[in-house]
């Protein structure tokens, strides 16, 4: 079984800590502090590489689709919701409700929202592009990331 590394990304909105498991990207969440974690190594893998490559590309508007290899962790719902969540393009929206339909449950919207309130892999499963019907909804990373991230991509909420 592989060890876990881990790199951090200095983004424009924040420190972001890329975690590689299993030769996958297993997590990608901002960090509230800037210090370096022990567990940081100096080098990053080949995987994180390309993670930090992709994540620099999309904050210089050079990316809209990542191609990088994720772990979720998480229950079937979960998983489905984050894939629904993936198939959402750059520059679009959809509601917590539109999700819950697109999975097959159309009454779980706050269920949906839950499930994005888990998600490890931030960016690039972008529950930033997921709203509430009569607004911007939550976001575990600060609404402030999400209008950010939405009006990177060019919608202004």
């Known amino acids: 079984?592989?060890?876990?590394?881990?790199?951090?990304?200095?983004?424009?909105?924040?420190?972001i800590l890329i975690v590689e498991k299993e030769g996958?990207?297993?997590?990608?969440?901002?960090?509230?502090?800037?210090?370096v974690r022990e567990?940081?190594?100096?080098?990053p893998s080949e995987v994180i590489k390309s993670?930090?490559?992709?994540l620099d590309e999309y904050?210089?508007?050079k990316r809209t689709v990542f191609d990088i290899p994720i772990l979720m962790n998480g229950t079937d719902f979960e998983k489905k919701v984050w894939?629904?969540?993936?198939?959402i393009p750059f520059g679009n929206v959809k509601t917590y409700s539109d999700i819950a339909e697109i999975i097959g449950k159309p009454k779980a919207?706050?269920?949906?929202?839950?499930a994005l309130g888990k998600n490890d892999l931030v960016i690039v499963i972008p529950c930033h592009r997921v709203t509430a019907k009569g607004g911007l909804g939550g976001f575990?990373?600060?609404l402030w990331r999400k209008k950010w991230l939405l009006k990177h991509e060019g919608i202004n909420f």
């Open 1 to 15: 079984m592989d060890k876990e590394k881990s790199f951090i990304f200095k983004s424009p909105i924040g420190n």
């Open 24 to 35: 996958k990207i297993s997590t990608i969440s901002f960090i509230k502090k800037a210090r």
């Open 39 to 43: 567990k940081e190594h100096k080098t």
């Open 51 to 54: 993670a930090l490559k992709q």
């Open 59 to 61: 904050f210089h508007g």
């Open 83 to 87: 894939k629904a969540t993936q198939a």
């Open 109 to 114: 919207y706050r269920a949906v929202a839950n």
């Open 140 to 142: 575990s990373a600060g």
